[in-house]
């Protein structure tokens, strides 16, 4: 690779189905768990996706639907719990092995490797679903495949704020020109692109309505991308 130095993924919904088949039913497993009255259903959920982060995503439908909820003085406490219980019950979800990558997306890393491209994840999900989601599904130290993991909240503004892939690109002490996003969502389109990044975007099951203006390339998956495809897509971006 003359140009392409590093791939930035982003997690939910690009390296997989999470949203679908993680985090919405742990979302709603954890409202059982502290006795919410809530139920998240998947149409509600994908309006729900555009608040970026779960704790943030919490504390919007409280504000929506739950005012009572909203003045007590624990609120933010009750939120962290909440989230935890969330987090908890995705991660029993991912070792159990009911989420699997999208098709390609092992490959690509695989081949990312062995070309000695570096890799990284710029996401707003919790590091430890992070990590988790790649033990499970690629291999017991895939984790530490990935040279820089910016997650959680590593940074106040998510996404669709550019604050994560900054930090990531400072962290590889790379320039955007030399790197390559990969997400599935608007936000992280818009993220992406005001950090400088070209990408490219894979929509899921909740984003495949969405617009992606600005995005350098817009694929069904990743089963047919090669890094070749993938370097010549920067080179052409960095002609215009």
């Known amino acids: 690779m003359k140009t392409l130095k590093a791939l930035i993924f982003d997690v939910d919904g690009t390296l997989a189905e999470t949203e679908r088949d993680g985090h919405l039913p742990a979302f709603n497993a954890a409202f059982v768990d502290h006795a919410l009255p809530w139920v998240w259903d998947a149409e509600l959920y994908e309006r729900l996706l555009n608040i970026t982060g779960g704790k943030e995503r ?18 933010d406490q009750r939120v962290r719990a909440v989230h935890q219980s969330k987090t908890a019950h995705y991660i029993s979800r991912v070792e159990r092995g009911q989420i699997a990558l999208r098709p390609g997306i092992a490959e690509l890393i695989r081949a990312a490797r062995q070309a000695g491209i570096r890799l990284a994840i710029a996401t707003t999900t919790a590091p430890e ?13 895939a984790p530490s495949w990935f040279e820089v993991i910016g997650a959680g909240d590593r940074v106040a503004a998510k996404k669709p704020a550019p604050d994560i892939y900054r930090w990531v690109l400072e962290q590889l002490r790379l320039p955007a020109a030399a790197c390559l996003a990969i997400e599935d969502s608007e936000n992280g389109l818009q993220a992406a692109l005001a ?12 984003t495949c309505r969405q617009t992606f203006a600005g995005a350098h390339r817009v694929v069904s998956d990743l089963a047919t991308t090669s890094l070749d495809d993938l370097d010549e897509l920067l080179r052409q971006t960095l002609k215009k």
Not at 129 to 141: K, R
Request: charged letters at 15%.
């Open 195 to 206: 950090a400088g990044l070209a990408c490219v975007i894979t929509p899921g099951e909740f």
């Open 58 to 75: 919490i504390r919007h439908y409280a504000e929506m639907l739950a005012s009572d909820l909203l003045a007590r003085a624990d609120f």
């Open 129 to 141: 679903n992070v990590t988790a989601l790649l033990a499970a599904s690629l291999a017991p130290d």
